[in-house]
């Protein structure tokens, strides 16, 4: 079992930043990644960016590329997600997940949520 514990939401205008941090416990094999979801009112969840824990490759969707930078801290079992110039778009609940790549859904925080205000 791996448990997950996301803070760093929040709310910012347009524009703003915010850095998301995810902190792991458990079980974390080599083999996960780790990412970061979110899900908007009346939508999908979506995966927005992921990292493997083991090489630090990373993916990201386009509609967070150039924008959102995933890193991770292997010492602190920590997972972040800096999101730089925020679009109200991007308001939405965000959920740090891991497991097997690509899906890296196995395991789930309780999700933060975030505000982007035009």
């Known amino acids: 079992q791996v448990q997950l514990v996301e803070s760093g939401g929040g709310f910012v205008q347009a524009g703003g930043s915010l850095r998301l941090i995810c902190t792991a416990s458990?079980?974390?094999?080599?083999?996960?990644?780790m990412g970061w979801f979110r899900q908007a009112p009346g939508k999908e969840r979506e995966l927005l960016a992921s990292i493997s824990w083991s090489v630090g490759s990373r993916y990201y969707a386009d509609s967070v590329k150039g924008r959102f930078t995933i890193s991770r801290d292997g010492a602190k079992n920590t997972v972040y997600l800096q999101m730089n110039s925020l679009k109200p778009d991007d308001t939405a609940v965000y959920y740090c997940?891991?497991?097997?790549?690509?899906?890296?859904?196995?395991?789930w925080g309780q999700g933060t949520q975030v505000t982007v205000s035009s």
């Open positions: 458990g079980n974390i094999f080599s083999s996960y990644g």
């Open positions: 997940a891991a497991g097997l790549l690509p899906k890296v859904n196995a395991f």
